[in-house]
């Protein structure tokens, strides 16, 4: 076989896969469908969990903007803010910061092939082909499918329908708004370390505005299903957002793309093929958040792939050790994400207006962002930090009571 390992789709899930592949010492190619810097449609919010692979090994002029915390508009007109002293991740423009990652994989000794659009893969029992749309055809042991939510790779080896369930995927819609630098600051009164987070009307489930330096990354998603009037929604939440920061958003390029879904309940691995990032479905059910889970997801490939090299097995039995790392550390998150956005935007903004201003909120919220709990940890970190937090707290309880309307972060 000419290649250990073919890996299709060079976004952060795939790049890492192959970078990680490489390092472990087997051949390995890198297919992408178009040339590099490639846009793709995204918030550019890169959380920490995933960026610590990188173990700070990345350009400073990739970061937009450091993140320190999240500022939720609620539907009343107030809003809740968790902000922290350590750094929660970083806005980036994905086209850079896609392509830093591949270049990071090809330097490692990754074989880049651009303009390589796979149109069909063929499994036997000696390996895989991947054949590409111009007639090209190149094999391996292993494949792994990082071609995002409509993987061509996933449907060619049965792992996902032909069609998709358009209750079951996301489907979003953004534009990054030239402000300039002072724009930049007078929609984030002053401090663009913070990601606004706000509810849309027409059952879409947020939107956001994201700063950058000298941009704003505006958008909105939801289930597909009820997006079928997307551009209207979009054009005005722009004009709703417009109005709220007192800045011009000038119509620019709008970008519109899929989310994937159900990472952790579907097959993601078949003899010699893993599906990665989006490709498998690992984001978030309820932020849309996919970025941290596809890098993560391209180290366990790896690893489970050069593991797989050296105990000579390529069967699915083997491979499915692969699915139980990715559910062990990513299925209690979406299945918490995903009871908590059955409940609607009602129910999340309760949570959130109760935990607005309160330190242990901010605290969760950093160690969520960070990776150092997931989201079913948080009842288990509320109750081991509630004897520090119990007197703050029946404070707060008292001077409800006393005023007879609760008093945000006292
Ligand atoms: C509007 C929107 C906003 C979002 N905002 C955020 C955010 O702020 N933060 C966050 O964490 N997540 C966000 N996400 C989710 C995030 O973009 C994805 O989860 C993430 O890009 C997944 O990475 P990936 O590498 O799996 O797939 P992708 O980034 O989609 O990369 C797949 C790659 O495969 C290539 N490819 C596809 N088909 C083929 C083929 N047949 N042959 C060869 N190459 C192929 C593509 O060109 C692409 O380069 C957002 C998603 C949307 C739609």
């Known amino acids: 076989m000419p290649y250990d390992v073919i890996v299709v789709g060079a976004g952060p899930a795939g790049s890492i896969a192959a970078h990680d592949c490489v390092r472990a010492g087997l051949k390995t190619l890198l297919l992408e469908k178009f040339t590099l810097p490639r846009n793709k449609a995204c918030g550019g919010a890169v959380m920490f969990r995933g960026l610590h692979i990188l173990k ?9 903007q450091k993140i320190h915390g999240l500022r939720f508009m609620l539907s ?6 968790f902000k922290s002293d350590k750094m929660l991740g970083i806005t980036v423009f994905r086209n850079r910061f896609d392509e830093f990652l591949a270049r990071r994989a090809t330097r490692a000794g990754a074989e880049l092939l651009e303009v390589a659009r796979a149109t069909g893969v063929l499994l036997s029992r000696e390996g895989v082909a991947v054949q590409l749309s111009d007639g090209r055809e190149f094999t391996s042991k292993f494949v792994v499918g ?25 489907l979003g819609m953004e534009s990054d708004f030239h402000v300039g630098e002072d724009g930049v ?8 370390s913070i990601l606004l987070l706000v509810p849309v009307e027409n059952r879409v489930s947020y939107g956001w505005v994201f700063p950058k330096k ?20 979009f054009d005005s939440f722009v004009a709703k957002m417009e109005k709220k920061l007192g800045v011009r958003l000038n119509s620019t390029k709008r970008r519109v793309h899929f989310l994937g879904a159900d990472g952790v ?24 958040e996919g970025i941290a889970y596809a890098m993560k997801s391209g180290v366990h490939a790896a690893r489970v792939i050069t593991n797989a090299f050296e105990d000579n ?42 935990a607005s201003g309160q330190p242990l909120a901010s605290e969760i919220l950093t160690m969520l962002a960070r990776g150092e709990i997931g989201y079913s940890e948080i009842p288990q970190t509320v109750v081991k930090n509630l004897p520090r937090e119990l007197p703050r707290l029946l404070r707060r309880v008292v001077e409800s009571r006393v005023s007879g309307s609760p008093r945000k972060g006292s």
């Open 56 to 64: 700070g090994q990345f350009p400073e002029s990739l970061v937009e």
């Open 76 to 81: 009343n007109g107030d809003s809740a803010e």
């Open 146 to 170: 990082a071609d995002g939510v409509n993987s061509t790779v996933a449907r060619c080896t049965g792992l996902r329908p032909e069609r998709k369930d358009l209750n079951r995927v996301g």
């Open 185 to 192: 600051l007078k929609a984030t009164t002053g401090d663009p």
């Open 214 to 233: 000298e941009h704003l990354c505006v958008g909105i998603a939801g289930v597909a299903a009820h997006m079928q009037r997307l551009r209207p929604i």
């Open 265 to 288: 309940t579907s097959r993601n691995v078949t003899t010699r093929v893993i599906l990665v990032g989006d490709a498998a479905g690992f984001v978030d059910p309820m932020m849309g």
């Open 313 to 354: 097995r390529s069967d699915v039995e083997y491979l499915e050790w692969y699915q139980r790392l990715c559910s062990k550390e990513f299925g209690a998150n979406f299945r918490m994400a995903e009871w908590a956005g059955l409940r609607g935007t009602s129910f999340t903004e309760s949570v959130l207006s109760r």
